[in-house]
C-alpha cells in the first residue's frame, strides 16, 4: 500500500467481528465486513495483532510473534471441507455484544481439535499435500516447528511457564526436544494444523480485500512475552538470567497519568546480539507481518530509538534508566532484505528528538490522535492544523475512549474548544471529529468503528492499566443500518479519500 495516498479507513479488531460462534473470525462477516468498508468508500482495515491472545484476553501479550491466533479460525471452511460437522453452540449459545473469553476459547479449541480430528482421517490427497507442502516452506522455518513444540509440551501441563519445566526442556537439549517431539507427535501435528488453517484463512480474506480496494493494516506489538515460544527458542536474544528470568523488563516511567509508570513485564532485547546477527529476528519478523497484510503499525516505535529499562525485582516503574536502542541500523537491515517497508510507527506518548528523527530517517509516517488536541491551544500539536502530511490521523484509537465518551468525560473547557473548532455538539461530535480528521492535510485517515456508529464508553475497546474487561466489544448488523456508511462515505468521498462517484449528491 502507497502510505502517501490520500485515503480513509476504519479500526476494527477480528475478534469484534460479528458471527455464531462467540467472537469475530475469518469467517462470512469478515468478508461482509470488507462488502461494508468498500461501500462507504474506505481503503483501509486496521486490525489489532492478529498473534495468539494472552494474559488478560490481550492481543499484544501473546505465546508467539509469529504465530496466528487460533481462535480466529473459522469454522464455515473446515465444514466445507467435510473435516468438521456443524458446531452445535453451549446451550444458551454466546454473548452478540461481547466475547465471554472463559467460555468461548475452551469450546473453539474443542471445534478445532475435531476438525483437525477429521483432516487427519479424511482429508483429500490434494489438502494433505497442501498442508505438508505449506509445513515444509521456507517461510514457516523460522517458527513453526518451535511454536508447534512450544504449544505441544506446554498443553498438556496446562499453561505452565517454561521456564519451569524439566531443566532438559527448558535448555533445549536436542535430545530432549526429539524425545517431546516424538511423544508429543499427534499434538505438536494439531497445532501445524491450526497455523495452516490460520494462514490459508487470512490470505483469502487478504486477498479478496484487496480485490475490492481495501488494505489490511496489521499491528505489530515491539516486545514479546516472557512465557513465550520466542523466548524458549533463542532465549540468547533476550536479557535473562542463567535461570531464565528477567533480570529487567520493558515498561515506561512514571508521568501525570501515573505515579508509578508503567511496569509491561516483557523481557528486552540484546540488542548487540540482534545486531551481530543483521537483525535476522526482525527480518524474518516483518516478513511474516507483511505475508498477511498490505501494511502494519509498530507499536511504541520510541522504543527502537529509546527504551525504559526497569530491574526485573522491581514492582512498578519508578526505578529504571533509559537505555539506547538500535535505531536506523535495525530497518536499513530489515529493508535491505525486504524492500521498502510499509509502516507506520506508533510514536505517542513521551516522544523525544531522537525519535522524530528515527521516524522521520526511516520516512514511516506517525500517528496524529485529535481527541488529545484540545487542552491546550491553536499550537497544539494534535490539532490538524499541525500535522505533517506524512501522518495517520485518528479520531482515537482501541486505548482511548469514544469520542462520545470522551466529551462526557472532558473538562469544560476542552468542550467548549472542541465546540467551537469542530464545531458540534455532544450529538454529532463524532462525526464532526470523522470530518476533521479526513478534511486535514494527513494522507492517511483512521476512526474506530465505535466512532462511525457514535458509541459511548460501555463500548470502548481498552482501558489502559486496567485488568479484566477489556478487548471483548463486538456489535451486530443491527447496530450499523445504512446511515453510517452512507454518511462515511459522503464524508469520505468530500475530502478527496474516495471515488467521487460515491457522493451521490445532486446534478
Known amino acids: 500500500m502507497d502510505l502517501t495516498q490520500r485515503s480513509a479507513g476504519v479500526l476494527l479488531h477480528i475478534t469484534s467481528l460479528p458471527g455464531p460462534h462467540g467472537m469475530g473470525d475469518f469467517g462470512p462477516d469478515a468478508y461482509a465486513y470488507v462488502d ?7 481503503r483501509l482495515w486496521q486490525l489489532l495483532p492478529t498473534t495468539p491472545i494472552g494474559p488478560g484476553d490481550s492481543p499484544y501479550q501473546g505465546v508467539s510473534a ?5 481462535w480466529m479460525v473459522a469454522f464455515e471452511p473446515l465444514v466445507a471441507k467435510g473435516w468438521l460437522a456443524a458446531p452445535q453452540l453451549p446451550e444458551g449459545g454466546f454473548e452478540a455484544h461481547k466475547v465471554d473469553y472463559g467460555r468461548v476459547l475452551p469450546w473453539r479449541e474443542q471445534q478445532l481439535r475435531l476438525a483437525a480430528q477429521g483432516f487427519f482421517a479424511r482429508a483429500s490427497a490434494e489438502d494433505r499435500a497442501a498442508f505438508a507442502a505449506w509445513c515444509a516452506a ?13 504449544m505441544a509440551i506446554r498443553s498438556p501441563l496446562n499453561g505452565q511457564a517454561w521456564w519451569t519445566w524439566a531443566p532438559a526442556l527448558a535448555r533445549r537439549e536436542p535430545a530432549a526436544l526429539a524425545q517431546a517431539r516424538e511423544s508429543h507427535a499427534e499434538e505438536f501435528r494439531f497445532w501445524q494444523f491450526v497455523q495452516w488453517c490460520f494462514d490459508s484463512q487470512v490470505s483469502a480474506l487478504k486477498a479478496y480485500a484487496n480485490s475490492k480496494g481495501v488494505h489490511l493494516m496489521g499491528d505489530l506489538p515491539i516486545f514479546v512475552a516472557h512465557d513465550s515460544a520466542d523466548c524458549w527458542s533463542r532465549p540468547d536474544l533476550y536479557e535473562l538470567d542463567e535461570h531464565f528470568q528477567t533480570a529487567v523488563v520493558a515498561g515506561v516511567p512514571p508521568d501525570a497519568m501515573s505515579a508509578e ?7 528486552l532485547y540484546r540488542w548487540d546480539r540482534m545486531a551481530a546477527e543483521n537483525y535476522a529476528w526482525w527480518t524474518a519478523r516483518v516478513r511474516r507481518a507483511l505475508s498477511q497484510a498490505d501494511v502494519f503499525r509498530i507499536d511504541h516505535f520510541r522504543g527502537f530509538a529509546g527504551y525504559y529499562e526497569i530491574p526485573g525485582d522491581s514492582p512498578d516503574a519508578r526505578r529504571g534508566q533509559w537505555k ?12 535491505a532484505a525486504l524492500g521498502p517497508l510499509p509502516i507506520v510507527a506508533e510514536d505517542l506518548g513521551f516522544i523525544t528528538e531522537d525519535v522524530h528523527a528515527l521516524r522521520e530517517g526511516c520516512g514511516f509516517p506517525g500517528m496524529k490522535i485529535l481527541q488529545f488536541g484540545f487542552g491546550g491551544d491553536g499550537t497544539h500539536e494534535f490539532l490538524p492544523q499541525n500535522w505533517p502530511r506524512a501522518s495517520v490521523a485518528y479520531t482515537g484509537t482501541h486505548d482511548n475512549d469514544t469520542v462520545h465518551g470522551w466529551w462526557r468525560t472532558a473538562s469544560a473547557r476542552e468542550r467548549a474548544f472542541a465546540g467551537a473548532y469542530l464545531p458540534c455538539n455532544e450529538h454529532d461530535v463524532h462525526w464532526a471529529m470523522i470530518r ?5 492535510v494527513a494522507n492517511i485517515a483512521v476512526f474506530p468503528m465505535q466512532d462511525v456508529l457514535g458509541l459511548g464508553s460501555e463500548h470502548r475497546m481498552n482501558v489502559p492499566g486496567v485488568l479484566g474487561g477489556n478487548w471483548a466489544w463486538r456489535f451486530s448488523w443491527d447496530m450499523v443500518g445504512a446511515e453510517p456508511g452512507r454518511v462515511l462515505g459522503l464524508i469520505t468521498a468530500a475530502s478527496g479519500r474516495a471515488d467521487v462517484g460515491l457522493m451521490q449528491l445532486p446534478a
Request: hydrophobic share 45%; aromatic share 14%; proline share 8%.
Open 324 to 335: 539506547t536502542g538500535p535505531g536506523q541500523a535495525l530497518f536499513d537491515a530489515i529493508a
Open 261 to 267: 509508570g508503567q511496569r509491561w513485564g516483557n523481557p
Open 138 to 150: 521456507p517461510a514457516q522455518a523460522d517458527w513453526l516447528d518451535d511454536y508447534a513444540l512450544f
Open 36 to 42: 461494508w468498508l468498500a461501500s462507504a468508500g474506505q
Open 436 to 440: 476533521a480528521c479526513c478534511n486535514s
Open 66 to 70: 509469529f504465530a496466528g491466533c487460533p
